[in-house]
T-cell receptor, first 112, second 114 residues
Framework: AQSVTQLGSHVSVSEGALVLLRCNYSSSVPPYLFWYVQYPNQGLQLLLKYTSAATLVKGINGFEAEFKKSETSFHLTKPSAHMSDAAEYFCAVSDRNNDMRFGAGTRLTVKP | ETGVTQTPRHLVMGMTNKKSLKCEQHLGHNAMYWYKQSAKKPLELMFV???????ENNSVPSRFSPECPNSSHLFLHLHTLQPEDSALYLC?????????????FGEGSRLTVL
C-alpha cells in the first residue's frame, strides 16, 4: 500500500522568504501525487497534482512541486511567502484505484 | 449551491445520542468518501462509495453507519459514540471511481462527543 511522510509538522518562514514543504512517498506502482491546502475551519482544496506528465508541476497561488522518482519525493515550494499562505498543507499519494492516502500535514506560519 | 456541502457544520452530542451527518455534492461525481480528521494525525479514510455501492470500509467501528441513497448524497449515522470520536468529519467526492483524480472536499462537520 502507498503512503506519504511529511517532514516537519510545523514550518515557519518570514513574509517574502522561500517556502519549502517536504514530502516523501512510498508506492509499489507509479504514483499520482497531490498537495492540498486547508485553511482554518475549511475543507481541503487542491493546490496541484502530478499524474505522470511533466515532473515539475505548477499549481495555484504560485506554488509548484517537483516529482523526483530517484528520491521518492514531491516537495512543495513557493519562491516568496505571503501572509495569506498560512495554512495546513497535506501531501497525498494515490494509486489507480483512487485509494488516496494523506500525510499528517505541515502547518505553515508566515511571520511579518 | 456548488461543490460539496456538509451539514451540520458543528455538532455536540452525548454518548447515548443518535445523530446524522449529511453530505451533498453538486458536481455530478460518481464517488463519495468519508474521512476523519483528528488533531496531529493523518486523515483517515472511513468509507468509499462508488455509484452508490460501498467499496471500502476501513475497519470503522459499527457505531458509524454510512448511507448513500444516490450518487449525490451521503450520510454518516452516529450512535453510542465515544469521546475519542470527537473530530472533524470530511466528506469528499471524485468524478470517476477507479481513476486517480482530484478529491473535492466539503468544509467538514466538527463533532464533539461529551
Amino acid at each position: 500500500a502507498q503512503s506519504v511522510t511529511q517532514l516537519g509538522s510545523h514550518v515557519s518562514v518570514s513574509e517574502g522568504a522561500l517556502v519549502l514543504l517536504r514530502c516523501n512517498y512510498s508506492s509499489s506502482v507509479p504514483p499520482y501525487l497531490f498537495w492540498y491546502v486547508q485553511y482554518p475551519n475549511q475543507g481541503l482544496q487542491l493546490l496541484l497534482k502530478y499524474t505522470s506528465a511533466a515532473t515539475l508541476v505548477k499549481g495555484i497561488n504560485g506554488f509548484e512541486a517537483e516529482f523526483k522518482k530517484s528520491e521518492t519525493s514531491f516537495h512543495l515550494t513557493k519562491p516568496s511567502a505571503h501572509m495569506s499562505d498560512a495554512a495546513e498543507y497535506f501531501c497525498a499519494v494515490s494509486d489507480r484505484n483512487n485509494d488516496m492516502r494523506f500525510g499528517a500535514g505541515t502547518r505553515l506560519t508566515v511571520k511579518p | 449551491e456548488t461543490g460539496v456541502t456538509q451539514t451540520p457544520r458543528h455538532l455536540v452530542m452525548g454518548m447515548t445520542n443518535k445523530k446524522s451527518l449529511k453530505c451533498e455534492q453538486h458536481l455530478g461525481h460518481n464517488a463519495m468518501y468519508w474521512y476523519k480528521q483528528s488533531a496531529k494525525k493523518p486523515l483517515e479514510l472511513m468509507f468509499v462509495y462508488n455509484f452508490k455501492e460501498q467499496t471500502e470500509n476501513n475497519s470503522v467501528p459499527s457505531r458509524f453507519s454510512p448511507e448513500c441513497p444516490n450518487s449525490s448524497h451521503l450520510f454518516l449515522h452516529l450512535h453510542t459514540l465515544q469521546p475519542e470520536d470527537s473530530a472533524l468529519y470530511l466528506c469528499a467526492s471524485s468524478q470517476d471511481p477507479g481513476v486517480a483524480g482530484e478529491l473535492f472536499f466539503g468544509e467538514g462537520s466538527r463533532l464533539t462527543v461529551l
